[in-house]
């Protein structure tokens, strides 16, 4: 097989660089490849349905059709032997086995990387695929000898000889492809350069002389071993499908009892005999294929186009710029708010008025470009069911996975952040959580597990969580673990606090390393990880009954709700969703600890005190701290009440970085600018509760 790139397929005579068109057909793939492996991963073998076996045959023949027009002949190669055995599923001419599945997920995996290195310009070595290719003829042959033998026992031969008909490769054939009209000035002629740029298309001529069509439409004589859908999707790249029709071919007459009155220059024409084309499409005689004739094409692509004009693909950087120029309209927003407090109302109401609907108009406009890089969970969850597969395989258990809130949506810069954490908390719950069938039989439990994975909108948060029905947590093991590992554990230990253990560096209770998990890396990079996103996480776990583990999320880190306040000249910015409620200082409620600093007394429980003022050494504090305004904050199931001198206002600010625009500066998690020009520093809660 000869090494193919992506570097552009310029057929002779065709003045179109097909690589303009290559980041839509890589998207198109990955697509249609999560497509086909879910839709494998619920397929019921025993009652496979129809739907379900055509969808998945249509989106491999999608891969091969653009593979094909591409030039990428290793993707082509082993999507035609994948269309050889899912033709033979869809038409029940064969039985879908747990190894066949197996083979085509396997295929599905190699197809991807096999579009990563072409997307990547051709480099690394190639995927090699002789084993795939060499498994999937192996599966088809065997199922159809079986289907074969079958049929015979039965008393006839056909579907046998139906079977083994799939499996052989169409011979050699010649047909008449009729485009037009051509109403556009489309030059025919360079479509025929395509069957010498793409190996095993065939060959193809122009039509001329006396046996052309009307000037309206042109025929092509083609000699091919394709099938017509192939042929389709190539001529389609370039006309389109409603002016494309395959037509049949008759029987060439006999030239002793019907010979040509008149060959005019048909007599120097080397290219097979075409079929007779007819002179208009009103009274044409030959007969369009079953599957491609016009009428049957037109109308089933008129659907298919009005659903492609709905939607729109659009670069993430191009969105990204939208953002931050909106981001920008919401400071200057925010900015002339602030001017206008100053001026009389009754003198300018139209101004007044104006900024009001400027303000209502920011904050649509602000939502909907927002609403533009939400993505809905199942982005995420979808990647799980065929990673449960291939685990409980490997660990030889039993595991079905439930979904709800797919549809929640959450900004794509956390989607992306998000997966890694979340993968590594299902496989936790498949090989610590989940036990084998025999011990959650002789537990009283169903021999199959149950993870459950959910997602909902909280405030202005998504919650995810990730739950099981497996053995739990153990509390004595844990205590034992840490006290091994030199953690001080006190005995009344509450559980909330037991297991925020196991995010410890190193802290593992496997026996044993497996490749799966044992090694102690990952918890604490999954806890890392969420509260560099502004995010907490929560854990429950019974005994027994399974565990319990929630992560909260803002839902963009673009735009955030924040409570601005006054700390001597400094303003600071607290999210929203941390701030749990605020209150007036009592000198009676504040005690003093030795080298420890103070703590406040809120009903029954004590708090740390946390001045800002100290903390960032801000200068001229306008009060003492025992009559200072505390907001209580919470973060990681952790609470402390930080003093400020006042509470200026809430509203929502746009998140700027600061480290990238400034330093790295502890306790501060970002800036904003506020609507009077200065920046305004969004203090991180994490770092401030730790």
Known sequence: MGEITNQGIQPGGIGIDLSQFFEVFFEEAYENLASYESLLLEMNLEEPDDEALNAIFRAAHSIKGGAATFGFVDVAELTHELETLLDLARRHELQLTTEMVDCLLASGDTLRAQLKRHQSGGTGQPTPIDHLVSDLRRLARAQAAVAGATDKTAGGATGGDRGS?????LGERVITIRVGPNEQGFDVKSLLDLFD????????SLVTGERAASPEFSDLTVTTVSADSDLIDLFTFYVDRDKVTI??????????TAPEPDLGFGMFDDSPAPCQPPTAVATTTLAPTESVSAAITAKADKPAAAAESTTLRVSVEKIDQLINLVGELVITQAMLAQKAQAL??????????????????TRDLQDSVMGIRMIPMSFVFNRFPRMLRDLASKLDKKIELKTSGEATELDKGLIEKITDPLTHLVRNSVDHGIENPSDRIAAGKAPHGTITLSARHQGGSIVIEVRDDGRGLNRERILAKALEKGI????????????QLIFAPGFSTADVVTDVSGRGVGMDVVKRNITSLGGTVELESALGQGTRVSVRLPLTLAIMDGMSVGVGGEVYILPLASVVETFQADQSKIKSLADQGKVVQVRDEYLPVCPLAKLFDVPYPAVETSRSIMV?????????ALVVDELIGQ????????????????????????GDGRVGLILDISYLVS
């Open 165 to 169: 008909a799939a499996i052989a490769a």
């Open 197 to 204: 740029e793409i190996p095993g298309m065939g060959k193809a």
């Open 247 to 256: 037509m049949q071919c008759p029987a060439a007459p006999p030239q002793a």
């Open 344 to 361: 009389d109302v009754n003198q300018h109401s139209g101004v007044v008025a104006g900024l009001t609907d400027l303000e209502r108009n």
């Open 488 to 499: 001080p554990v006190p005995d009344n230990m509450p559980d909330q606090d037991v297991w």
């Open 632 to 640: 209580i904050v919470e973060a990681e199931g952790r609470r402390s």
């Open 651 to 674: 509203h929502q600010v746009v998140v700027k970085n600061l480290e990238a625009n400034y330093r790295k500066v502890d306790g501060i998690s970002g800036a904003t600018i506020m």
